[in-house]
Each structure stands twice: as structure tokens, then as C-alpha cells.
């Protein structure tokens, strides 16, 4: 089975601007969850999505949405972007049933 | 507040032999625990997990062990391998009042393995 994929792999954008990253779960997950890694704060959780509904939401602010799309993929956009938005941005499926999760290779989003 | 905790930065450990790698969560909510290792550049691979109505589980060379009264998990790596060397992470998911939450990481243990 492919893995999950992530495009773009690299991006860069000026503050201010907004973004959308895109996330292919692997084949048959139905469940995609987002999540920010930086230097600081390590690996912090944005949201998780199953069946085009979001299931849960970490402590990020509202510039921070995504949605998902009835063939299980999904999107996350961030608006009105800062310089601490900055960072690895990793997309994660999950089998039903199952709290697994496996990782993309992320984008990675320099905010000039 | 640091809910999973990885307290070694680092650790250094030779070629064969056992590499131990230890977590401490503070979150009583949380049942179900997960090891993932990280190359430079990629996303995290899962590793192995474990339930918190067990002790220990084991594949291969990778077996956890979790003491829940201690708030306490280990990793051993049994023996280490040269393509071992990388960034693992302690995950930890649990509940609050919507239901299962994303997944909670420690910062990171960098696994040195040495010829």
C-alpha cells in the first residue's frame, strides 16, 4: 500500500498571506488528523478528521482550519499568516479501530 | 504543561547492546501509548503501541513495558542496530469531554547508536 502523502513537500510565503496543504491518507483510512512540529514545542496536535466531520481540535487558534473531503482526503489552510506559523507540518491516517497512526513526510512552511 | 515527558535529550548507546529509552506522562485520562521513531527530513514511523490494560508488548526487537501506578514507560531496543540512530518519540492518547483526543508527544530522545 502507498503511504500518506503530502504536497507540497516545501513552501514558502510571506506573513500576512495564507496557505493550504494538501494529505492523501493511505488507502482505506478513514480518519486524518494534523499535526505542527517546531523546535520548540515539539509535536503539537491541530485537528483530526473522520468521515468528512472534524472529531477533535487541539489549542490553536482560529487561523487554523482544515476539511476533509468524501473521498478521505483533506486539507488544512492557514490565514493571515505569521512568523511563528513557521514549521513542519504533519498529516497522520488511522485504520478504524485502531489508534495508529502513520505519518506523512510533511510539508515544511517557511513564513518570510 | 509537559503531559508526556521525555527527560533525556540524548542517549549513547553501543552497537548490541540494549537501548533504553524512557517516558512519564502526568495525564491519568491517558490509554493508549505509542513509540515512533524519526529520521531527519521525514515523518515519524510508527513503531510499536501498547494499551494501558497491559504491561509489556513485544515485536521483535522492540518491546514496551508500562508501569501505569508509576505514570512510567520504557522502550528497549534489543540489541541496537546502526540504523537505529534516530529521534524517538513517547505519544500518548486519551479522552476528554468530546471523546479521544489527538495523539499527546514528548519532545523527543536522539538514540546515538555507536560501532
Known amino acids: 500500500k502507498a503511504g500518506v502523502t503530502q504536497t507540497p513537500r516545501y513552501l514558502i510565503k510571506t506573513r500576512g498571506q495564507q496557505v493550504t496543504l494538501s494529505c492523501s491518507p493511505i488507502s482505506g483510512h478513514r480518519s486524518v488528523s494534523w499535526y505542527q512540529q517546531t523546535p520548540g514545542q515539539g509535536l503539537q496536535f491541530l485537528f483530526e478528521?473522520?468521515?468528512?466531520?472534524?472529531?477533535n481540535k487541539g489549542n490553536f487558534p482560529g487561523r487554523f482550519s482544515g476539511r476533509q473531503f468524501s473521498n478521505s482526503r483533506s486539507e488544512m489552510n492557514v490565514s493571515t499568516l505569521e512568523l511563528g506559523d513557521s514549521a513542519l507540518y504533519l498529516c497522520?491516517?488511522?485504520?478504524?479501530?485502531?489508534?495508529?497512526?502513520?505519518f506523512g513526510p510533511g510539508t515544511r512552511l517557511t513564513v518570510t | 504543561d509537559q503531559q508526556v515527558k521525555q527527560n533525556s535529550p540524548s542517549l549513547s548507546v553501543q552497537e548490541g547492546r540494549i537501548s533504553i529509552l524512557n517516558c512519564d506522562y502526568t495525564?491519568?485520562?491517558?490509554?493508549?501509548f505509542l513509540w515512533y521513531k524519526k529520521y531527519p527530513a521525514e515523518g515519524p514511523t510508527f513503531l510499536i503501541s501498547?494499551?494501558?490494560?497491559?504491561d509489556k508488548n513485544e515485536d521483535g526487537r522492540f518491546t514496551v513495558f508500562l508501569n501505569k501506578s508509576a505514570k512510567h514507560l520504557s522502550l528497549h531496543i534489543v540489541p541496537s542496530q546502526p540504523g537505529d540512530s534516530a529521534v524517538y518519540f513517547c505519544a500518548a492518547r486519551g479522552y476528554s469531554g468530546g471523546g479521544a483526543d489527538g495523539l499527546t508527544f514528548g519532545k523527543g530522545t536522539h538514540l546515538i547508536i555507536q560501532p
Open positions: 478528521y473522520f468521515s468528512e466531520t472534524q472529531r
Open positions: 501498547i494499551s494501558s490494560i497491559k
Open positions: 497522520a491516517s488511522g485504520p478504524q479501530g485502531s489508534y495508529e497512526q502513520y
Open positions: 495525564n491519568s485520562m491517558f490509554d493508549y
